[in-house]
Nanobody, 129 residues
């Protein structure tokens, strides 16, 4: 079981930066990659970024083309919970969405959301022009 909680959403202006944090806890948290998705009304939920264990000492990351170079995902772990931080720079009005944190396999986060087992409740990000 994994429990996910997002924080850090808000209203910013175009060009500003914002940092979202996903606090992940639970007995299975160490087995999963963590990802961020976003969704606007009337559209499908879109993959944004993920972070996963690439080796004992380093993380791997994956980004959608729409955010690559502007957003940075990172993970911090204290052995009990993991935080997946999404640093969003050079924000645009089209980045406006509800942002969700998720835990699943690296492949499913990127390719098959229907098989991602854990989701947070979401946090609103609004970018004004």
């Amino acid at each position: 079981q994994v429990y996910l909680k997002e924080s850090g959403g808000g209203l910013v202006q175009a060009g500003d930066s914002l940092t979202l944090t996903c606090t992940a806890s639970g007995p299975s948290v160490g087995f999963y990659a963590l990802g961020w998705f976003r969704q606007v009304p009337g559209k499908e939920r879109e993959f944004v970024a993920s972070v996963y264990w690439a080796s004992v000492s380093s993380d791997g990351t994956d980004y959608s083309d729409s955010v690559k170079g502007r957003f940075t995902i990172s993970r911090e772990s204290d052995g009990v919970q993991n935080n997946a931080t999404l640093r969003m720079n050079s924000l645009r009005p089209e980045d406006t969405a509800v942002y969700f944190c998720a835990a699943g396999s690296v492949w499913n986060l990127r390719n098959d959301q229907s098989n991602v087992p854990y989701w947070g409740q979401g946090t609103q990000v609004t970018v004004s022009s």
